[in-house]
């Protein structure tokens, strides 16, 4: 079991910046992707952010070049670093992970609001 907690979000600007962190525990060797989704009202969740356990990233169309996906392996910890915000970004964001036996696992997801 994989125990995931998102912090960071909060409502901003646009053209501001935040970061969000999601903090991992229990059998997190096990996981082998970490990624970032999110989901808007009357929306489905959408991908934004992926990284292996090997380091690869991957992102979405939509925010590359603005966001940044990081981990911190000494604190069990993802990062995801939001630059010049759009109202577009207004969503819950949620941390996800992948066991490598492809067992999913979801924080409980935290609010970015952009305003205009």
């Known amino acids: 079991q994989v125990q995931l907690v998102e912090s960071g979000g909060g409502l901003v600007q646009a053209g501001e910046s935040l970061r969000l962190a999601c903090a991992a525990s229990?059998?997190?060797?096990?996981?082998?992707?970490w990624g970032w989704y999110r989901q808007a009202p009357g929306k489905e969740r959408e991908f934004v952010s992926s990284m292996s356990s090997w380091g690869s990233t991957m992102y979405a169309k939509s925010v590359k070049g603005r966001f940044a996906i990081s981990r911190d392996n000494a604190k069990n910890t993802m990062y995801l670093q939001m630059n010049s915000l759009k109202p577009e970004d207004t969503a819950v964001y949620y941390c996800?992970?992948?066991?490598?036996?492809?067992?999913?696992?979801w924080g409980q997801g935290t609010q970015v609001t952009v305003s205009s």
């Open positions: 996800h992970a992948r066991t490598d036996r492809a067992v999913d696992y």
């Open positions: 229990g059998s997190t060797v096990s996981a082998s992707l």
